[in-house]
T-cell receptor, first 112, second 114 residues
Framework: AQTVTQSQPEMSVQEAETVTLSCTYD???????LFWYKQPPSRQMILVIR??????QNATENRFSVNFQKAAKSFSLKISDSQLGDAAMYFC?????????FGAGTRLTVKP | NAGVTQTPKFRILKIGQSMTLQCTQD?????MYWYRQDPGMGLKLIYY???????DKGEVPNGYNVSRSTTEDFPLRLELAAPSQTSVYFC?????????????FGPGTRLTVL
């Protein structure tokens, strides 16, 4: 079964600094999708960024970028110029067909 | 568009009671999903539907039932509530197969079973 592991339960970053959240996954498939979701205290799940496994180029969305290492099955999220509004739970997710698997999450704190 | 809406926002059930969690989307999405999120954990897929009349089990389907009679609605039924079903439930939808499209999530329903 596919599993997603986020090894950092909590991370902290100073405002305006850069932080990287780790994610590894286990799969035997070659064509799948990876996502990072943000969940603020409101509980709403907000898509941050997604990566298609067949694309070698790392996805970027403004201050958010990923480091996708397919062979290593690693999918880390880098947040640049961190802002107070970035504080939230971040979930890494893997999807193949209609089956989406989530990691346990990383709680990000942003210090002013 | 309202997106994905869920009702109720909160609910407390007694053991053995039944209830239906409602989910509606107005984006004409074919695919709909139900997840549960236990405290301190990620989401787990309960059931999904690829279109009206078609549903399938996800990772944790036991204790739940679903139906999909229309494109817009995807209710989740709990027949005999148990404390293990205390969780936050999220509904999501996407236009096409998950491989190519993003899932949009509702705000969640917090369910407590006592």
């Amino acid at each position: 079964a596919q599993t997603v592991t986020q090894s950092q339960p909590e991370m902290s970053v100073q405002e305006a600094e850069t932080v990287t959240l780790s994610c590894t996954y286990d799969t035997s498939e070659s064509d799948y999708y990876l996502f990072w979701y943000k969940q603020p205290p409101s509980r709403q799940m907000i898509l941050v960024i997604r990566q298609e496994a067949y694309k070698q180029q790392n996805a970027t969305e403004n201050r958010f970028s990923v480091n996708f290492q397919k062979a290593a099955k690693s999918f880390s999220l880098k947040i640049s110029d961190s802002q107070l509004g970035d504080a939230a739970m971040y979930f890494c997710a893997y999807m193949y067909n209609n089956d989406m698997r989530f990691g346990a999450g990383t709680r990000l704190t942003v210090k002013p | 568009n309202a997106g994905v809406t869920q009702t109720p926002k909160f609910r407390i059930l007694k053991i053995g009671q039944s209830m239906t969690l409602q989910c509606t989307q107005d984006m004409n999405h074919n695919y709909m999903y139900w997840y549960r999120q236990d405290p301190g954990m990620g989401l787990k897929l309960i059931y999904y539907s690829v279109g009206a009349g078609i549903t399938d089990k996800g990772e944790v389907p036991n204790g739940y039932n679903v139906s999909r009679s229309t494109t817009e609605d995807f209710p989740l039924r709990l027949e005999l509530a148990a404390p293990s079903q205390t969780s936050v439930y999220f509904c999501a939808s996407s236009y096409s197969a998950g491989l190519t499209d993003t899932q949009y999530f509702g705000p969640g329903t917090r369910l407590t079973v006592l």
